[in-house]
């Protein structure tokens, strides 16, 4: 099979997400609104599904909620709640090592490259500094589209942009939130990208894809796979 576009998952697929420095972040969020960590921390999980479906459109409309249900009315606590989470995201988020030259490379051989991605409006502050819209044709969040991975409505929605049927399509994701499943289900090519080191606070394993999808442990295997040494035409 050859396809004409390559559609990656974001965090745990492209870029890594150094937990340390995400808790570190939020620990400092805390203190700073002088709130205890764990409820803080429970407060904001609690968060996340409007925050990742664009309910929540903003940083602080998303602290705003969190420190609200702590019973904080604190628009200077929000604010400061709100800086040190964009702060955490752009401190703890880079690329894994080879994902930047296997772009470049899938480029070269004729792909075009996609994002479809489960996350919040922090997630734009990163945008620009990883470069994405320069190494991706096109980037589908979440919170832009109303939609969460494993729903359907997020990857028919990347399909629509990119003008492509999934047939024509691979996705390459760490196998999170059922995503390989329900790309596979849609008609896509699917393939999981299992590196050894993931963020695993993050990861539900109640809600990870099935253990028989086409895996490489790295780019540089991704790379060598037959299917994709030519983009179709």
Not at 84 to 92: F, G, L, M, S, Y
Not at 134 to 144: A, I, M, N
């Amino acid at each position: 099979m050859r396809y004409g576009w390559i559609f990656f998952d974001l965090f745990d697929t492209l870029c890594r997400v150094d937990e340390g420095l995400y808790y570190e972040g939020k620990l400092k969020a805390a203190e700073a609104a002088g709130l205890d960590f764990q409820r803080f921390v429970a407060a904001w999980r609690a968060t996340s599904s409007e925050a990742s479906t664009g309910k929540l459109k903003t940083p602080y409309e998303r602290a705003a909620k969190a420190l609200r249900a702590m019973g904080v009315e604190d628009r200077a606590a929000a604010s400061e709640v709100a800086r040190r989470d964009v702060e955490a995201i752009q401190a703890c988020a880079s690329f894994y090592d080879g994902a930047e030259e296997a772009l470049a490379t899938l480029r070269q051989r004729g792909f075009r490259l996609g994002l479809i991605s489960n996350a919040t409006a922090t997630t734009a502050f990163i945008v620009s500094p990883l470069g994405l819209r320069q190494r991706l044709d096109l980037l589908v969040f979440s919170y832009e589209v109303g939609a969460m991975k494993p729903e359907p409505a997020i990857f028919q929605a990347a399909l629509q942009r990119a003008g492509a049927d999934a047939s024509a399509c691979l996705f390459v994701g760490d196998g999170a939130n059922r995503e390989l499943d329900a790309a596979e289900e849609l008609g896509f090519g699917v393939l999981c990208m299992d590196h050894p080191e993931k963020a695993h606070s993050f990861r539900d394993k109640n809600k990870l894809s099935r253990a028989d999808h086409p895996r490489v442990g790295g780019f540089a295997e991704m790379l060598a796979l037959t299917e994709l040494g030519k983009s179709k035409k």
